[in-house]
T-cell receptor
Framework: GENVEQHPSTLSVQEGDSAVIKCTYS??????FPWYKQELGKRPQLIID?????GEKKDQRIAVTLNKTAKHFSLHITETQPEDSAVYFC???????????FGKGTHLIIQP | GAGVSQSPSNKVTEKGKDVELRCDPI?????LYWYRQSLGQGLEFLIY????????KSGLPSDRFSAERTGGSVSTLTIQRTQQEDSAVYLC????????????FGQGTRLTVV
């Protein structure tokens, strides 16, 4: 089955700086890569996703890049704000019978 | 509101008892997932249902855990002879297409085994 590794486990950045979270996956057949944000005590919510037919996707301050050859993908948050503080999870999925496999999460802390 | 609904929101049970956790997915969603999240930890995959296909049970931690999905809609996760290490938040999610769309999560069931 799929295995997703996520780094770092904790990331602390100054407000206004950029944050980058990286994930690798093992199954070359995986073709869908979402990112979820989980605030304390709340359910995970999708913030951005990318499919294997594109290499980059942007949505305002958030971007995701995908390198299929190297089997890794990254989340980039620019101009970080206090409300960006949360746990972020990457995930990978092969279309079909397999479920959505998550990384172990990154606790992002935005320092004022 | 037509989101994913889980019940109960909290459950305290004695060690050795059986528990049933319920998930009502978004109407029309064919994919349904169960995950377990221990305090401060990640999302541990348990089981995945997709339409009428046989479920992917590869994440169930032991034979004390089972799940079913009746009529392609409501799902029940059953834990038999609960142990203290089963204490966690159990999250259900559903999505509309086979592996290619957003999974919406329920609010979770916080299970405490005492």
């Amino acid at each position: 089955g799929e295995n997703v590794e996520q780094h770092p486990s904790t990331l602390s950045v100054q407000e206004g700086d950029s944050a980058v979270i990286k994930c690798t996956y093992s199954d070359s057949a995986s073709n869908y890569f979402p990112w979820y944000k989980q605030e304390l005590g709340k359910r995970p919510q999708l913030i951005i996703d990318i499919r294997s037919n594109v290499g980059e996707k942007k949505d305002q301050r958030i971007a995701v890049t995908l390198n299929k050859t190297a089997k890794h993908f990254s989340l980039h948050i620019t101009e970080t704000q206090p409300e960006d503080s949360a746990v972020y999870f990457c995930a990978a999925m092969q279309g079909g019978a397999d479920g959505l496999t998550f990384g172990k999460g990154t606790h992002l802390i935005i320092q004022p | 509101g037509a989101g994913v609904s889980q019940s109960p929101s909290n459950k305290v049970t004695e060690k050795g008892k059986d528990v049933e956790l319920r998930c009502d997915p978004i109407s029309g969603h064919t994919a349904l997932y169960w995950y377990r999240q221990s305090l401060g930890q990640g999302l541990e995959f348990l089981i995945y249902f997709q339409g009428n296909s046989a479920p992917d049970k590869s994440g169930l931690p032991s034979d004390r855990f089972s799940a079913e999905r009746t009529g392609g809609s409501v799902s029940t996760l059953t834990i038999q002879r609960t142990q203290q290490e089963d204490s966690a938040v159990y999250l259900c999610a559903s999505s509309s297409r086979q592996g290619q769309s957003e999974a919406f999560f329920g609010q979770g069931t916080r299970l405490t085994v005492v």
